[in-house]
C-alpha cells in the first residue's frame, strides 16, 4: 500500500494522480517546484522500479516537464532524484527562470521557503487543468 513520506506530506501540496506518480506542489512560492511520486511501497532508487514503471516515470516527468516549460515560461527546467533527505523515490521537476531567487544557483537551501497563499494554488490548479491530459486527476488537498 502506497503511502507518502512524512516529509513530503509536511512540505508538498497534493494536487493529483498520473497513472503511475501523485503530482506534488512544493509548498514554496519561491518557485514552481513540482514533485512526482510512484505510488510504489517501500522503493527509494530508480532500479527498484520494475522496467515498465521506469518507463511509465519517465514518460510522466517528460510530459510534466514540457507543459510546465510552455506554461510556466521557463528559461531551464531542474529535473532529478536525489532523496538524501526523503529516501522514498521522487522527482522533482523545478521550473527555473533568470529572474527566481536562486538563478543560477540550486534551489535547495538558498532561500526560506515562502508558502502559497490560497489564491497562488488555485491559480497554479487553474493553469494545470489547461494543459494536463485525461490520464491525470486531480485530487483536493
Known sequence: MFTLDSRLQQDTLTLGDFPLCRLLLSNDANYPWFILVPRREDISELFQLDVTDQQQLWQETTA???????????????????????SQLHMHVIVRRRDDAAWPAPVWGKHPA??????????????????????FQFLEG
Open 114 to 135: 515562502k508558502p502559497y497563499s490560497t489564491e497562488q494554488v488555485a491559480a497554479i490548479r487553474e493553469r494545470l487543468r489547461l494543459v494536463l491530459t485525461d490520464d
Open 64 to 86: 510534466l516537464a514540457e507543459l510546465l516549460k510552455d506554461s510556466f515560461d521557463a528559461d531551464k527546467l531542474n529535473v532529478a532524484t536525489l532523496g538524501n533527505v526523503v
